[in-house]
Each structure stands twice: as structure tokens, then as C-alpha cells.
């Protein structure tokens, strides 16, 4: 059982991590085309249009994790016309959300440059991006939810192959339309929104292709789909809840670093790509903790469920470790990688250690965060990151005025500890 539970766990993380790890060459190539044929502006411009989606659909997390447990615990319960029903009721609201987007996309896109407050040429500059990119939104969502489905289907391959699909749209397509046809930020905006509807169309073909027989066996009425939209929505709003407490650490934890100069922001944004490269991996860790423990719990196999969880915790353990001794062993090698500027690394060996220290810290938040969105307790997620939120803010404003950057960080581990405990100590509460 050992061995089969571990080949089921790396079946559906693996091509999870691959997928994670496509996702920032999105952002990347539209960056790279742009710094090589645009100047600063240009650059600043893709970054502030970039970051207004990323936060946007962000936002929207809930619609891909929301789908993922609840189709994983009916397709383990053998309902398959409630499988059905999730899958039409997820893109019911994903290419809904999407709609809604580009109705609202200039009251949205003048608040958000309000926000962000861009110099005046990369705001001008910002435009063409945003008012292309917006109409993206119904595919983007409406995969989210399709993706959703697919690892409560148990696959995770398909949403990796879509991923790959998607980079290698964006990139031949952004290249062809600026550097070929000189279309600048606009054929940059372009080929993004091009390679988002392929994907979205791809994963609808290979939805057709792969599941379409046992959905017409099993055939979900419209107003099965409808009557379960409240415990949708009920069990995403707790998600949309508990990614607003992580957004807010997240911009605060910049925010407070660019508040003690551009040297200490600079040292951190170097050091949090640390923490986002594990992120990349645990998240499919994650992905597969979902699968497999919703279908088990809507199985009714609980004694499986807990070799389940047992497992995960000891992968996750194995490569959190493995990733401590990387950054310990080489955490001043990976900074000299990151950047060229001896004074911004030589300032970042202070806070390394804490960069360090991010692995054996955050992999519980990780791999709970999983567990509980196949079991959709998601009320336990937003009550884990209330009390890990409070817990940051508060240690930070304690201890700034001795520790400095040394407070935000240790703030930060607290809250990535306190996640992972305050789940595992409700885990354990509800679990027989």
C-alpha cells in the first residue's frame, strides 16, 4: 500500500510541478521580448499591466481549488452526474466571472492604476496592454475552473500539457508580432491573450476527447447545476477570505521591506524568490493531496485517507529538507545568480539564513492547504490564515523597532508555521 500510495502521489505532483513552473515564462517572455526591443518604460509597463491580472486572478484562486475538491469527493463517491454538474457549474461561473471582467474593464483598470500609481509614460504605455489582455478574463477563469476539475478527475498531466501548450503559443507568437512586425507592447498583448484562448479551447477539446463519453453516460440536468451553487459559492468564499489574508501579508511584507530603502527591498525580493521556487514545488504536492484525499474521503476510505496524509507529510518532509541543505549550501550562489550587484548580495547574507529556514517552516501550510481543499474545509483554511495573519502583523510591529528586516522575516516564518499548525490541530479535531 506504501508503495502504490507514493507512486499515486507522485503521479499527480509531478506534472503539477512542471505546469507551476511555466506558469511565471508567461510573464517572463512577454518581459524579455519588450527588454530587447522597448526601453525602461516599455518594461515597467508589461510589469504593471502584468501584475494587475496576476493579483486580479489571483483573486480568483477559488474557482480552480473550489472545483478541485469538490469533483474529487463526488468522482470518489461514484457520483458521476454530480461530477458533470461540477464541471458545468465551475465554468458557469469561471467564464461568467470572465464576462463580468471585461464588461467592467475600464472603472477596473482606472482603480487599479490608482492603486499602483505608474509614472505617467508607463500608465500611457500600460493601456494598449490592458485594454488587449482584459478580454482574456472568460478563458483564463473558465480554465481555472476546467483545470479545477481535472485534478478532482485525478489528472494532472492534462493541465501540463495545456501549461506547455499555452508558453510555447505565447513566445513564438509574441516574438513573430514585435520583433517580426514591429507591433511593440500591443503584439506582446496580443500573442498573451492568443496563447490564453488556445488553451482554454484546448482544454475543452481534450475535454471532449477524454471525458466526453462518460459525461454523456452519465448526463447532469441544468438544474442540478444551479441547486448546488450555494455550497459553491459558500465554500469559495472562504477561499476568496483566506487569499485576501495572503495577499495582504504578501504586499505587506513588500511594502515594509521598500519602506526601509530600495537596498533592503532589493535584498528581499532577491531572497522571497527562494520561497517561490519551493512554492512551485510543494504546490504540486499540494495538487496531489487534493486528488487523491477528496476521492478518498468521498469514498468513505478513511483508514486510506490517513496513510494518505502520512505519506504526503513524509515526501513533503524529504523535500523540504532537500531544499534547506540547496539554499544552505549554496543560498550564496543563487544570489550571485539572481543579480550581478555585489552591494545588493553582499546586503542579503544578512537576512539568508531566514531564506533558509522558508522549506521546513512553510511545507505543512503547503501540503494541509491541499488536504483541506479535497476535503473542502475550507473554513479551516481561512481560520488557519486569520490567526497566522494576526500573528505577522503583530510580530512585525512589535519588533521593527529593534530587529528592523530581521522582524519582517521572522514574522514571516511565524505566519508559515502557524498555518500548518493551526490546520493540523483542526485536522485532527474533526478527524475520528
Known sequence: MTNKTDTAILRLALPSIIQNVTVPLLGLCDVAVMGHVGGAAHIGAIAVGSMIFNVMYWLFGFLRMGTSGLTSQALGARRLADVGAMLRRGLLVGVGLGLVIVILQVPLRSLALALMRPTAD?????????????????????????????????????PMLIAVLQNVVNILLSLALVVALGWGI????LGTVVAQWVGFLTALLLLRRYYGPTLRRHPSPLSAVFSGLGRFFRLNLDIFLRTLCLVAVNLWFTSAGAAQGAMTLAANTLLM?????FSYV????????????????????????????????RIGWLVAIGFTAVYALAGDVLLRLLTTDADVVSHARHFLPWAVLIPLCGMAAFVWDGICIGLTRSRDMLSACLVAATAFFALWLALRPSLANHALWLALLVYLVLRGLVLAALFRRRTP
Not at 127 to 137: M, Q
Not at 186 to 189: E, I, K, N, S
Not at 273 to 277: I, N, P, S
Open 122 to 158: 508607463v500608465a500611457q504605455l500600460c493601456l494598449p496592454y490592458y485594454n488587449i489582455c482584459v478580454w482574456g478574463a472568460p478563458a483564463v477563469l473558465g480554465l481555472y475552473a476546467l483545470t479545477g476539475w481535472y485534478v478532482g478527475m485525478q489528472n494532472t498531466r492534462l
Open 186 to 189: 500591443r503584439g506582446v498583448a
Open 273 to 277: 524568490q527562494f520561497f517561490m521556487l
Open 282 to 313: 510543494m504546490d504540486g504536492f499540494a495538487y496531489a493531496g487534493e486528488a487523491l484525499s477528496g476521492r478518498l474521503y468521498g469514498a468513505r476510505r478513511t483508514d486510506e485517507l490517513s496513510r494518505t496524509v502520512s505519506r504526503l507529510f
